[in-house]
């Protein structure tokens, strides 16, 4: 089993549309949580950290569940820019950053 | 600040050929992380560096693959001799603390054929 899972998708939805994407991570020490957007033949960059309260940004909600080990991204009202890859991140509190394979989103006019 | 800068940004070299990808983390940042990204396995991590120290290299997928860091500002990553298989998109990270958010340059983007 992997340390971090994420559906692989594709996630195909309209614009307009609620989409959201679950991580699960398998070790239980794991402290710090990221959510990291990944665009085609482009570099990964941080979407947003992870925090145990939960946090919006703007059409983005991230949640973390500690006793059921995952962690969730909600994407509201999905525009066609935001396709691209969503790349979870989990780091133990050794400091073991693992990304997930990440999932892909395409959005549709 | 630049960003993290990594070159070349395309490399295309035949089988059994050195190569020698760079990078330049961002300033005041300890960590260096090298990765490597293809579509069968993902993002994988192969080395990484604090205060220009190797702290794990387990990730390096053989002795063909060597990593240096010889200051703060600049770290290398060498294939010799490189094959076919390499072939791949290698990114570096950099990050103030291990478990910190990284920053990530262009990548490199091999061909080796």
């Known amino acids: 089993r992997k340390e971090v899972e994420q559906d692989p998708g594709p996630f195909n939805v309209p614009e307009g549309a609620t989409v959201a994407f679950n991580c699960t991570y398998s070790n239980s020490a794991s402290q710090s949580f990221f959510w990291y957007r990944q665009d085609c033949r482009k570099e990964p960059k941080l979407l947003m950290s992870v925090y145990s309260s939960g946090n919006e940004d703007g059409r983005f909600t991230a949640q973390l569940n500690r006793a059921s080990q995952y962690i969730s991204l909600l994407i509201r009202d999905s525009k066609l820019s935001d396709s691209a890859t969503y790349l979870c991140v989990v780091n133990t509190n050794a400091g073991k950053s693992t990304f997930g394979d990440g999932t892909t989103l395409t959005v549709k006019p | 600040d630049a960003g993290v800068i990594q070159s070349p940004r395309h490399e295309v070299t035949e089988m059994g050929q050195e190569v020698t990808l760079r990078c330049k983390p961002i300033?005041?940042?300890?960590?260096l992380f090298w990765y490597r990204q293809t579509m069968m396995r993902g993002l994988e991590l192969l080395i990484y560096f604090n205060n220009n120290v190797p702290i794990d290299d387990s990730g390096m997928p053989e002795d063909r693959f060597s990593a240096k860091m010889p200051n703060a500002s600049f770290s290398t990553l060498k294939i010799q001799p490189s094959e076919p298989r390499d072939s791949a998109v290698y990114f570096c990270?950099?990050?103030?603390?291990?478990?910190?958010?990284?920053?990530f340059g262009a990548g490199t983007r091999l061909s080796v054929l």
């Open positions: 300033s005041g940042h300890d960590y």
């Open positions: 990270a950099s990050s103030y603390t291990r478990a910190d958010i990284q920053y």
